[in-house]
């Protein structure tokens, strides 16, 4: 079966910079999840900018996908066909919930840590970046909840390998993904 890599987690942990490195590293598509909304986002004439999940137009859509919950199950929908094709590493903060195959990855990391790295990502105060974390832990886990009633980042048992990102370099990070896949390989777990 052609390799399938899945990393979910919240807002900082690292989803994106592991993904790009994991699909350099294998020759692998990259599919940013987030970003399977933004024609969805353009129909909503709403402005899709950097770093947009942390505007306040990025708030406004999550509210609209409480009130219209077909926006997340087509992306949804999309998503697990391309991870059923395999030759890929898509981040999602859904697709392990909801059965994908491949390898599924969850990052994590304190609040602190994953604040001080949106704010430097995107250029704003630690406060603010704060703020912006809290936010979105507690609105996707109710969105989530509520559109699929599981609870994003409690179980943590569908996932085969979980790593907090806290005090790791990048490097790392991908050093303890590599020697699980390889492993898995090895023993045909693939």
């Known amino acids: 079966m052609p390799l399938t890599i899945i990393i979910s987690g919240p807002a900082g942990s690292g989803k994106s910079t592991l993904a790009k490195r994991l699909a350099k590293r294998y020759k692998l598509k990259l599919c940013i999840g987030s970003e399977f909304f933004n024609e969805i986002i353009k129909r909503q004439g709403l402005k899709i900018r950097k770093n947009f999940w942390d505007t306040e137009d990025g708030m406004k859509f999550l509210r609209l996908r409480y009130e219209d919950h077909s926006?997340?199950?087509?992306?949804?929908?999309?998503?697990?066909?391309?991870?059923?094709?395999?030759?890929?590493?898509i981040t999602s903060w859904t697709l392990p919930y909801l059965g994908a195959p491949g390898i599924k990855?969850?990052?994590?990391?304190?609040?602190?840590?994953?604040?001080?790295r949106i704010a430097k990502r995107d250029g704003i105060e630690f406060g603010k970046a704060l703020e912006i974390v809290e936010r979105r832990d507690e609105e996707n886990f109710k969105?989530?909840?509520?559109?699929?009633?599981?609870?994003?980042?409690?179980?943590?048992?569908?996932?085969?390998?979980?790593?907090?990102?806290?005090?790791?370099?990048?490097?790392?990070?991908?050093?303890?993904?590599?020697?699980?896949?390889?492993?898995?390989?090895?023993n045909n777990f693939l």
């Open 105 to 116: 990855v969850f990052l994590t990391a304190n609040l602190e840590e994953r604040a001080i």
């Open 143 to 186: 969105l989530y909840k509520e559109i699929y009633g599981f609870e994003f980042g409690k179980n943590l048992s569908i996932f085969d390998i979980v790593i907090d990102t806290t005090d790791k370099e990048v490097k790392e990070v991908e050093k303890e993904v590599v020697k699980y896949i390889e492993s898995a390989r090895k």
């Open 71 to 89: 926006i997340d199950k087509e992306v949804d929908k999309l998503l697990l066909e391309i991870a059923k094709k395999g030759k890929v590493v």
